[in-house]
């Protein structure tokens, strides 16, 4: 029949062992139950995502026509910047840990993560971030308008002369958010060096743990960098001090290396668990194991490693001399090399492959494939004379959102529908999700695709108003962005219901081998009865060898 | 068994070319996704620009079509549980596609590196310049086949402020709101802010330059089109920032001369600025609509107010 031995546990009869762990109510506590603190960073973080999603709806609204007269141009300074930090610091950084919260503990067969305390005290910390960025705009003056990066002077010129202002709340919240981020970093490493189940070497564990450890890892290097930035920034602004501040002597750039010290690091700790995702949905979809496991795995180390040593890339026209350009030209378009190396292990494993094309698998290759288009379009960048012409453009716009909407949001969604009936026990509606793909899929496109032209011709990144020969290709984004903001109703709904009411979950709907198939749907408070011993490598499609030695019954 | 070997491989070949060819063909057809070649260095930037885009689209091509490929003929039919063949890696495979990709990099930041060297726009300022041991020529004398040392450089200041540009010309110590330039002469600019970060970017010259208060940056090009373009601000630099742009006229050294002339016989008036009209307006609303803002710099006199 089957050659997939723990495909066992599937058997109707089976009772799950334990009761659901707890019920509606302890997700507005302080639970230390790392599947707890999972979901509630998930939807927390899509909460913002829709925040996000808004203050981007204004935005192409706005840029329907060439004109500024939507909203006042304070507005739209506005509406970018909180979008740009809402997406990263409040949708994709937490949504990641929340699956790496969810997911890690159950992979490498541990009861919990090493500091669960910790790692609740984390997670409350991001709705207080959320609450501050909010609670910006009721204040007088309004938000900060200075652009994610909130490079100075401009961050420091404070119109309104409050000591409490929108840029003075941003970069409290993101403090904030930076030490939130430090305590999960250190609690991730620590659970993955030291709360391995016996058996489960470096090289017998899930990639997207492997990818986890490697963006933890970058957490631990960077984020001291960018904290330092942003108290200085801090005390320039309220305390008079001059690191940044020109007019007093101060060096505005010095600034752009501390930031991006850290955020273009902070683009790999995006990534990398999305590299993670990909390589643990892709075998189970097309029953094969993974292609290059040990290659793949390394390349994480090695990608976290390059992601170091790029961060001028930002800055070439920033007054860096030549020779710094075309060194960090050089550093930077090796990082497509270890990245290289998995879209190429990803499409071998899919390869002659006996493919099901369920949502979360549709997700994964429109991520996939949106992931290529993004790094030609990184390259290109990394090249200084092209970068010259298309910096701050919307060709850079097009190529991030490519990576951020068509790769990390693909890949959530793809491991959302992938690990739903893990998680709640019920399984999701098929139809709902492929409705839900495809408006996505040709949203994104639609959306992000126009920006490479406009960019190419000049159109600036971060402007309310355009001259009126770039609007053709704005209209169309515009529509994308509107298809975009829609395709989320029908995800929604198929949560919201499926979660409610849709068909219970057995314990492995997907046939899949991992440690998390092997406890019951959604899985009991502490994960394991028993300790698992590992006693094989990850992936064994096709190989009949069990996983474990105690847990397959 | 054989013939099957035959035609697997025939697939692959016909695919191969398809892909080769579409991509030669996107290629080319980038030059028209550019606005018009105003200066000797956009000539190069493009020809890169087609490169990248030919080499991106067959490596896009080749891993999208192999995927479709699969999703079409490796799904899974109805009732079939069993997996596929476990296969796990290929040494043979794994270092070629190390391999080709180290190469490509280099290939890119070699040819990258070159067209940088030619376009020189850093200027003289720039301390630790890396001069082709091989001689290479600026983009100029490489476009129009010219030695590059006599070229004469014709000096211009630039002064950025939110939201204006001002343009001086110390050969006659006129100043102007509107940017003019001789085609075909060595331009140096020297780029100043009073203010916060500005970006001056031309994008039919491809050119961009950060400009940093308290420096004065060296910044150098050739333009060879007569024609009006547009310059703008690239650098974020607060809430008018969108208006921050101003006409660039390329003309020949003589119409140059002759406005250079001409202006220098003109008082001194002010200059329409739309940031300083767009503020004027929304301070007179009766219902704020937007939050305050730090206000424009009044606009300056200039001898050409454009
Ligand atoms: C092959 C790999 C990649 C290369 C070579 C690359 C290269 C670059 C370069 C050179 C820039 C700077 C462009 C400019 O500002 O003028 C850039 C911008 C950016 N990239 Fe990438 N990139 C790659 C992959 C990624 C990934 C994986 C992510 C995110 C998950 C990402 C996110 C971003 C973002 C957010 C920006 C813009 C930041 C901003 O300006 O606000 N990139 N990329
Ligand atoms: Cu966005
Ligand atoms: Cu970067």
Redesign the interface.
């Known amino acids: 029949m089957t050659n997939v031995p723990i495909e066992g546990i599937l058997l109707p009869n089976e009772k799950p062992n334990h009761e659901s762990p707890g019920n509606w109510k302890e997700y507005f506590s302080f639970s230390t139950d790392h599947k707890v603190i999972g979901i509630q960073y998930l939807v927390t973080s899509f909460f913002f995502f829709l925040v996000g999603g808004i203050f981007a709806m204004v935005m192409r609204g706005e840029l329907m026509t060439p004109e500024s007269d939507l909203v006042d141009r304070t507005v739209y300074n506005g509406m970018f910047t909180m979008h740009g930090t809402v997406m990263l610091f409040l949708w994709t950084f937490p949504s990641l840990v929340g699956f790496a919260n969810y997911l890690v503990p159950l992979m490498i067969g541990a009861r919990d993560m090493a500091f669960p305390r910790l790692n609740a005290v984390a997670f409350w910390m991001v709705p207080v971030v959320g609450i501050i960025m909010m609670g910006s705009f009721f204040i007088p003056g309004g938000p900060a308008q200075a652009g994610w990066w909130a490079y100075p002077p401009v961050s420091l010129q404070n119109p309104t002369g409050n000591l409490i202002n929108g840029q003075v709340l941003w970069l409290l919240a993101v403090a904030i958010s930076g030490v939130s981020s430090i305590m999960g970093a250190v609690n991730f490493v620590t659970t993955i060096v030291k709360m391995r189940a016996p058996g489960m070497g470096f090289f017998r564990m899930p990639l997207f743990v492997w990818a986890v450890f490697s963006a933890q890892i970058i957490q631990l290097f960077g984020l001291p960098a960018l904290t330092a930035g942003a108290v200085m920034l801090l005390l320039d602004l309220t305390a008079g001090t001059a690191f940044f501040d020109p007019a007093r002597g101060g060096n505005p750039v010095m600034f752009q290396h501390y930031f991006w010290f850290y955020s273009h690091p902070a683009v790999y700790v995006i990534i990398l668990p999305i590299f993670g995702i990909f390589s643990e949905i892709f075998p189970v979809y097309s029953r094969k194991p993974l292609f290059g496991y040990k290659v793949v795995a390394v390349s994480s180390i090695l990608i976290a490693v390059v992601s170091g040593i790029v961060w001028v890339h930002h800055m070439y026209v920033s007054g860096t001399p030549g020779w710094l350009r075309l060194i960090f030209m050089l550093t930077t378009m090796f990082v497509s090399v270890p990245t290289g190396i998995k879209v190429f292990a990803w499409v071998a494993t899919i390869w002659g492959g006996k493919l099901r094309l369920n949502t979360a698998m549709l997700f994964a290759l429109g991520g996939l494939i949106m992931f290529v288009f993004a790094g030609i379009t990184g390259i290109m960048l990394s090249s200084v004379p092209v970068d010259v012409h298309v910096n701050n453009t919307y060709f850079v716009v097009g190529h991030f959102h490519y990576v951020l909407y068509g790769t990390v949001t693909m890949g959530l969604f793809a491991a959302i529908y992938h690990w739903f009936p893990k998680m709640t026990g019920r399984m999701y509606s098929e139809s709902w999700g492929k409705i839900h793909f495809w408006l996505a899929f040709i949203g994104t496109n639609l959306n992000f695709l126009p920006m490479h032209p406009l960019g190419l011709q000049g159109m600036l990144r971060r402007v309310a108003s355009y001259a009126p020969e770039y609007q053709f290709w704005n209209v169309i984004a515009s529509l994308g962005g509107f298809l975009l903001g829609m395709s989320t109703l029908p995800f929604i709904f198929n949560m919201v219901i499926s979660w409610m009411q849709g068909e219970k979950a057995p314990n492995n709907p997907w046939r899949a081998i991992g440690l998390e198939w092997m406890v019951s749907s959604p899985p009991p408070v502490e994960n394991f009865e028993e300790i698992p011993i590992i006693i094989s490598e990850p992936y064994g499609y096709g190989k009949s060898e069990p996983l474990t030695a105690n847990l397959s019954e | 068994m054989k013939i099957q070997k035959i035609l697997n491989i025939l697939t692959l070949l016909t695919g191969a070319i398809a892909v080769t060819v579409t991509s030669l063909w996107i290629g080319k057809q980038a030059y028209s ?3 018009p070649q105003a200066a000797a260095e956009s000539l ?2 493009d020809d ?2 087609s490169f ?2 030919t080499l ?1 689209a067959f ?2 091509l080749g ?2 079509s ?2 479709m490929y ?2 079409i003929f ?4 109805k009732d ?11 040494i043979a ?2 270092v070629v ?2 391999a080709i ?2 190469l490509l ?1 280099l290939w ?2 070699g040819y ?2 070159q ?2 060297e030619q ?1 020189g ?2 200027g003289p300022s ?5 001069h082709n041991p091989l001689g290479m020529e600026s983009a100029y004398a490489e476009a129009k086949d010219t030695p590059a040392l006599a070229e004469p450089v014709e000096k211009i200041d630039v002064l950025a402020k939110q939201w204006v540009w001002v343009f001086h010309y110390p050969e006659r110590d006129i100043t102007s709101t509107e940017l003019h330039l001789p085609s075909d002469r060595r331009i140096r600019l020297a780029l100043k802010s009073q ?3 500005h ?1 001056f ?1 031309i ?2 010259f ?5 400009i ?4 004065a ?1 060296d910044f150098e090009f050739t333009p060879i089109r007569p024609g009006k373009y ?1 310059l ?12 921050m742009q101003a006409n660039v006229i390329v003309e020949s050294p003589e119409d140059y001369q002759q406005w250079l002339a001409q202006t220098a016989t003109q008082k001194p008036s002010l200059a329409t600025n739309q940031a300083a009209s ?1 503020y004027a307006q ?1 301070s007179n609303q009766s219902v704020q ?6 206000p424009p710099a009044a606009p300056p006199l200039v001898n050409s107010p454009g």
């Open positions: 996704w550019l606005p190069l930037i890169l620009i990248l885009v991106g490596i896009f891993v999208t192999t995927l699969s999703v490796h799904r899974a039919v079939d549980f069993t997996d596929g063949p476990p296969i796990e890696g290929n495979l794994e596609w190390t990709p180290i990099v890119i930041a990258s590196y067209v940088y376009m726009i850093q720039e301390l630790v310049h890396l203010d916060v970060l970006g970017y994008p039919a491809r050119l961009k330059q950060d940093i208060p308290n420096h940056i547009s703008t601000d690239s650098q974020y630099s607060g809430t008018y920032f969108a208006t767009e929304t609509t937007g939050w305050v803002t730090v």
